[in-house]
């Protein structure tokens, strides 16, 4: 099976450093786990937008996925009371 490609929003990097070092390594992880799988378990879809979300400790991780091009596009990540805004 073909691996997904990953693209990030400028904004992403903004993102990832306000974090906890350990807090980023998880969310590195998790992010190169979705090249094979970008609808793995814990994922779910966001029923107002075409994103998917991913909760990572007290982080969550927004996502799209665009199956016909192979990408899945990072978007947004950070804490839970701030990512949806």
Known sequence: MARYELRFKPSVLNDL???????????????????????????????IQDRYRVRIGNCRMLYIVLDTERVVEIVKIGHLREVYR
């Open 17 to 47: 450093r306000g974090l906890p070092p350990a807090e980023v390594r998880r969310i590195l992880a998790r992010i190169d786990a979705l090249r094979d799988e970008p609808r793995a378990q814990g994922a779910e879809k966001l029923w």
